[in-house]
């Protein structure tokens, strides 16, 4: 396999050049660069929005990605290969699921690696002033239908650097749209109010499709039946599970910088939503999956209904679900939380679009989630930019701050906190 990658001398580290290594959760697999001159920096990265994209990594951002300035990922039994496209395949750790490079065979007779960014470090500490990273672009923006992520990923680049241009379809060859502002504008009325929900659905009509890439994970979650059932139990005067919006029933969505989510997936910044086991059906609509983490657990590789549902063990009492033949981030479940999941939003199929806002009570502004673990590294800059981008949307929006937000600036949080949850609360 011919390697394509930037002209790069094979010799020794020295205060001109850098080092990138590359590794997977498990640390099971690891992968050097070559030695880049530093007047190469930042690397150009691109950001995909696109269907397959985010059904392929479970994020809402879609995937990230450079060109490997280094050699082939070398053959290893670990080393998991599916094929996304005729000209794209994918390279995964078999054990923690981690997406790790692109292999694009694009150009007849040359074959292109890329690597996710969200698995990206450097041997050598970076210069006062150095950015490894520049994002680019933002492309097959018109998949999203309400623009997904891309809001709050202006500031991707850090103050006083370019923003990434924005696509609708691929990069330099569709149509370009602001790189500033909302996307798409308000004119395009696909923005929902903050109170819209799905209460008012029957039957299956609430049902939204939770599927991977290859179809191997299939599942659906009973967002409607789910939000008709916290409504019930409020005026049984019952107490709603903590994720649980007590205005609109809808399911927590929030936005999470851990190193884990960040390294399994491959991307810098990962969502999540989530839901009680008993709303999450097998694909014929009618029965659940096994109510609580245990039984979960415990059937995945023996219930055929669970498809190529597989999971890694990321720490004691934690299982992190995946789809072990295409490795999408599926599910992150904890005993601590036996009757529920956090889910990948990347994999809803909701029909009015990527943030799935009938189904989701998304957690805009305040801090992010576990953003304190960039602190230091060359991510730093992302947890502020969050922060930031996303409480300028909600504003924008017109949105009440998030009922969670609430609770956590008044205090109360200690009284409802999240067990082994996660995400900007």
Not at 3 to 12: E, F, G, H, L, V
Not at 15 to 23: N, S, V
Not at 190 to 209: C, K, M, Q, S, W
Not at 222 to 248: H, I, M, S, Y
Request: one cysteine or more.
């Amino acid at each position: 396999m011919a390697s394509n990658t930037p002209d790069t001398p094979d010799t020794p580290d020295t205060p001109d050049t850098i080092t990138l290594t590359a590794q997977c959760h498990c640390r099971s697999l690891a992968f050097t660069s070559s030695p880049i001159p530093r007047s190469f920096l930042p690397l150009k990265a691109t950001n995909c929005h696109c269907n397959s994209c985010r059904h392929l990594t479970g994020s809402l951002r879609g995937s990230s990605d450079i060109l490997w300035p280094g050699p082939p990922p070398p053959s290893s039994d670990l080393l998991k290969k599916y094929v996304f496209s005729p000209r794209l395949s994918i390279y995964f750790c078999g054990h923690c699921s981690t997406t790790l490079f692109w292999e694009d065979n694009s150009t007849p007779g040359t074959t292109n690696y890329l690597v996710f960014t969200g698995i990206l470090n450097t041997v050598q500490p970076l210069n006062p002033g150095e950015r490894l990273v520049e994002w680019e672009a933002h492309m097959f923006l018109s998949d999203t239908i309400d623009g997904g992520a891309v809001n709050w990923l202006n500031g991707l680049n850090g103050p006083g650097s370019p923003k990434p241009k924005r696509w609708l379809g691929w990069k330099d060859k569709s149509v370009q749209v602001n790189p500033q502002g909302i996307y798409p504008d308000f004119s395009s009325k696909v923005f929902l109010r903050y109170d819209e929900n799905l209460l008012a659905t029957e039957g299956e009509e609430g049902n939204i499709p939770v599927k991977c890439h290859c179809g191997g994970v299939s599942f659906f979650l009973g967002a409607g039946q789910g939000q008709r059932d916290f409504k019930e139990r409020q005026a049984r005067g019952e107490q709603l599970p903590w994720f649980v919006d007590p205005v609109t029933y809808k399911f927590l969505g929030t936005l999470d910088g851990c190193d884990d989510c960040r390294i399994c997936s491959g991307v810098d910044l990962f969502a999540w939503t989530f839901a009680e086991l008993k709303h999450i059906y097998f694909s014929d609509g009618k029965e659940t999956l096994p109510t609580d983490t245990t039984k979960l657990k415990e059937s995945t590789g023996k219930d055929p209904r669970l498809g190529t549902l597989a999971l890694y063990a990321s720490s004691e009492g934690v299982q992190r679900y995946h789809c072990g033949r295409c490795s999408a981030v599926v599910f992150y479940a904890c005993e601590s939380r036996p009757d529920m999941v956090d889910i990948a939003v990347g994999l809803l199929h909701a029909p009015e679009s990527a943030r799935a806002e009938r189904v989701i009570s998304w957690s805009w502004g305040g801090k992010l989630g576990f953003g304190t673990d960039m602190k230091g590294t060359w991510r730093e800059h992302l947890a502020a930019m969050t922060e930031e981008e996303t409480e300028q949307f909600r504003i924008a929006r017109g949105f009440p701050k998030n009922f969670r937000r609430i609770l956590k600036e008044q205090g109360a949080s200690s009284a409802q906190a999240v067990p082994g949850g996660s995400g900007q609360v």
